[in-house]
T-cell receptor
Framework: KAGVTQTPRYLIKTRGQQVTLSCSPI?????VSWYQQTPGQGLQFLFE???????NKGNFPGRFSGRQFSNSRSEMNVSTLELGDSALYLC????????????FGPGTRLTVL | GIQVEQSPPDLILQEGANSTLRCNFS?????LQWFHQNPWGQLINLFY???GTKQNGRLSATTVATERYSLLYISSSQTTDSGVYFC??????????FGKGTMLLVSP
């Protein structure tokens, strides 16, 4: 069974631009969660989607948004990029909600110049 | 929200040594998971262990939910065990809250 895939793996953007990251969960998994990892703040929860509905949202500004499609694939979007948005963005999938075993993708490393 | 503290923050071992990593949490949980992040950033789920004891090869974990802590044991460590170990907890239907991790370096 294929694991969680994330595209692109690396991304370089400049301040003010916007970016869209994609996550494909393990086949059969309906829950997708997104996390931001930085050296200073560690791993922080962004959002959780289940059956195309956002179930939980972390403490991030409205510039961060996401959605989930009927095939459970998910995208997250960051608008008006800031230098502080440079981070590793990780996606995790699980069969049900986040209280199930979480399986992480390899991440997208975003650099904002 | 729930607080998660991991200790020690850093650990250096010789290959073949054993180690114990600890995770303390501030509230009752119904979800506790241990992860290993390798040097390339990939997070691997090691255990889903809200209570009790589990073993997987050289790794084992014990969670004492009533006392709000979990332990991860690594025996006969290998250089491939190097990386960061995270404990993450959840309560009710909430998502996971991660600790800051224990960085482990195993030298040959």
């Amino acid at each position: 069974k294929a694991g969680v895939t994330q595209t692109p793996r690396y991304l370089i953007k400049t301040r003010g631009q916007q970016v869209t990251l994609s996550c494909s969960p393990i086949s059969g998994h309906r829950s997708v969660s997104w996390y931001q990892q930085t050296p200073g703040q560690g791993l922080q929860f962004l959002f959780e989607y289940f059956s195309e509905t956002q179930r939980n949202k972390g403490n991030f500004p409205g510039r961060f948004s996401g959605r989930q499609f009927s095939n459970s694939r998910s995208e997250m979007n960051v608008s008006t990029l800031e230098l502080g948005d440079s981070a590793l963005y990780l996606c995790a999938s699980s069969f049900r909600l986040a209280r199930d075993t979480q399986y992480f993708g390899p991440g997208t490393r975003l650099t904002v110049l | 929200g729930i607080q998660v503290e991991q200790s020690p923050p850093d650990l250096i071992l010789q290959e073949g040594a054993n180690s114990t990593l600890r995770c303390n949490f501030s509230d009752s949980v119904n979800n506790l998971q241990w992860f290993h992040q390798n040097p390339w950033g990939q997070l691997i789920n090691l255990f889903y262990i809200p209570s009790g004891t589990k073993q997987n090869g050289r790794l084992s974990a014990t969670t004492v939910a009533t006392e709000r802590y979990s332990l991860l044991y690594i025996s006969s460590s290998q250089t491939t065990d190097s990386g960061v170990y995270f404990c993450a907890v959840g309560t009710g239907y909430s998502t996971l809250t991660f600790g800051k991790g224990t960085m482990l370096l195993v030298s040959p």
